[in-house]
């Protein structure tokens, strides 16, 4: 007699990501009331479920929905508006003056969706979000149908979201109590950086994240100046700083986290923080580069993010797989460090780990939730395939993900994104504040 089930999915690869290196062939996913049941060879899935629904993905590989560790959704209305500058010269003479013009709630509802649609085309099921107006940002991941852990940004300068530390937290606790019950909402606090926020703001962070449970999510260390000024102010090194002020903990993810030196990696090892390495971020800003090979040989937890589309300019979990394997084997000089398995569980359950979601999501394993996307190989570009765990970080573009589901539901069918605001509409949103951003700057 077979079980009834919402879903079953026959797939000819199956990379369930834990255990670890493990592809699996012509298996079969089991999902009902959107968790993961059973993973089982196609013919006895065949025999014991049926299912509402039966998706067969006769040339693709199924693997866990993609985490993005560190994003900035909204900034996906300002993608390419000022590219080949510093990080400093980026932030003061752009990006801060374009969003103390321009962000609103309406900004930021709509920016979101733009980059909850890119992501989820791509592939992604998780954002670590980190902006203004996290009401307009939870409303639109809710309406997107998008997992997301919302920032709760707090920063000492005022924007149109809040006046001072006070009120971002003020603001910031509202938000999360009305949505804290949401199913695929969570919420992190956020301190912008060690130099955008003061001790008194990094305390309460300290203490509200012990309160009420929960991750804080952080820039750290991400140019040489910023180390270089921390030390001129006060001889001390921006993690030191974080560590005294109680930040530093198996709750918080160190964005960038670019210029270490042995104490630091000391310090992130010791209190069991995680990494959010940002590759193309670093790249085109020219920050420099984060030593991943040594942060994963300290046993430090890391996973990936693509920082804001004005910095990168793409929300794209392949290319910066891509890029973190192939720029550590180039600083190590060692073509043997951060290999496919390793870059693909940093995109999943890295991501998941640092998150604080690891028992929920990251991998493809029975009782966690259905955050899966499949990845179509059929086209000549991939043939021959000896290896699809090497393909999908080698080989493969976003281009090819052809299914995304989040928490059990269907959010990309044959590569169609399906959201409630349809494309259309999407892009005359994007060009009338395309139209504002480049009016008022002119
Ligand atoms: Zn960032």
Known sequence: MSTPVDLLIHSRWLIPVE?????????SVAVNQGAIVDILPRSDAIRRYQADELVDLPTHTLIPGLINLHTHAPMSLMRGVADDLPLDRWLNEVIWPAETRHVSAAFVRDGTLLAAREMLRGGITTCNDMYFFPDAAASAYADAGMRAVIGLIVIDFPSGWASDTDDYLGKGLAVYDQWREHPTLKFALAPHAPYSVSDHGLERVATL??????????????????IHQAL?????????????????GPGLTAVHAVHLDDADLARLAHHGAHVAHCPSSNMKLASGIAPL?????????????????????????????????????????????????????????????????DDKIGSIVPGKRADLCAVDLSDPLFAPCFDPLSHLVYVCGREQVSHVWVDGKARVRDGKVMLQINDSELLAIAALWQTKLVHRAG
């Not at 255990?19 to 298996?27: G, Q």
């Not at 994240?209 to 910023?226: F, G, K, Q, R, S």
């Not at 102010?233 to 530093?248: D, K, V, W, Y």
Request: charged share 15%.
């Open 19 to 27: 255990p670890e290196r493990v592809v699996l062939e012509h298996h």
């Open 209 to 226: 994240a012990a309160e009420l449970d929960l991750p804080i999510h952080i820039h750290v260390h991400e140019t040489a100046a910023e």
């Open 232 to 248: 001129a102010a006060s001889n001390t090194r921006p993690l030191a700083r974080l560590a005294r002020l109680g930040l530093l």
């Open 293 to 357: 090979a040594t942060l994963l040989e300290r046993g430090i937890n890391v996973g990936l993010g693509t920082d804001g589309a004005a910095s990168n300019n793409r929300l794209d979990l392949f290319q910066e797989m891509r890029q973190a394997a192939l720029l550590a084997k180039v600083a190590q000089q060692n073509a043997a460090v951060v290999p496919a398995h390793q870059v693909l569980g940093m995109a999943t359950l890295g991501g998941a780990r640092a998150l604080g979601l």
